[in-house]
């Protein structure tokens, strides 16, 4: 089992940054996937960053250009660097690490409010 726990949520004003970190209680593949994910209460938790093994990253249409993943194997975190934040990127926002046959493991979330 694989315990996940985000940290460096928070209350930010639109233009500002912030840099989320999620890191595991135990080692994780090299392998694994790492990815984040969003959601805003009464919708669908929706995709906003990714990456893999390889270091190959996509992200959403809405973040492209001003959030970006990166990955410290050494370290079993992954990291999510966000800039120009807008009042639309407020939701709580989740990790998650995946590898084959059907490891898949989330965070608890951390909030990030963003202020006009």
């Known amino acids: 089992q694989v315990q996940l726990v985000e940290s460096g949520g928070g209350l930010v004003q639109a233009g500002g940054s912030l840099r989320l970190s999620c890191g595991a209680s135990?080692?994780?593949?090299?392998?694994?996937?790492m990815a984040w994910y969003r959601q805003v209460p009464g919708k669908q938790r929706e995709f906003v960053a990714t990456i893999r093994s390889g270091g190959t990253t996509n992200y959403a249409d809405s973040v492209k250009g001003r959030f970006t993943i990166s990955r410290d194997n050494a370290k079993n975190t992954v990291y999510l660097q966000m800039n120009n934040l807008k009042p639309e990127d407020t939701a709580v926002y989740y990790c998650?690490?995946?590898?084959?046959?059907?490891?898949?493991?989330w965070g608890q979330g951390t909030q990030v409010t963003v202020s006009s």
């Open positions: 998650y690490v995946h590898w084959n046959p059907a490891y898949d493991y």
């Open positions: 135990r080692s994780i593949p090299s392998i694994a996937t």
